[in-house]
């Protein structure tokens, strides 16, 4: 089965930093993109970077220069770390994969249960 586990998350003041790890196990072949994604109270969930298995990136306006996402391909591992965070980034925090299946070969949305970041004033 497979799964995605977040960690990382927690209370930080604005202007500090916080790294967010996931990492996907079970049985996989290979994993396209993974990324970050965030949701707000009353909001909609929204793309906050995404990396692809040959290293492109792609971030949300909102978090650029600011937020750097990473991956280690062989230990199915995405990382994002985040620095001069501001209130407007507090959210739950998650991890999602195009996972490819070891025996359909083919990839298939997974999520993780998301993490908290909550950031003071």
């Known amino acids: 089965q497979v799964q995605l586990v977040e960690s990382g998350g927690g209370l930080v003041q604005a202007g500090g930093s916080l790294r967010l790890s996931c990492a996907a196990s079970?049985?996989?072949?290979?994993?396209?993109?993974m990324g970050w994604y965030r949701q707000a109270p009353g909001k909609q969930r929204e793309l906050v970077a995404q990396?692809?298995?040959?290293?492109?990136?792609n971030y949300a306006d909102s978090v650029k220069g600011r937020f750097t996402i990473s991956r280690d391909n062989a230990k199915n591992t995405v990382n994002l770390q985040m620095n001069s965070l501001r209130p407007e980034d507090t959210a739950v925090y998650y991890c999602?994969?195009?996972?490819?299946?070891?025996?359909?070969?083919?990839?298939?949305?997974?999520w993780g249960q998301g993490t908290q970041v909550t950031v003071s004033s």
């Open positions: 990396i692809t298995s040959g290293g492109s990136t």
């Open positions: 999602a994969a195009g996972v490819v299946a070891f025996v359909t070969r083919r990839p298939t949305d997974y």
């Open positions: 079970g049985l996989i072949r290979g994993i396209n993109v």
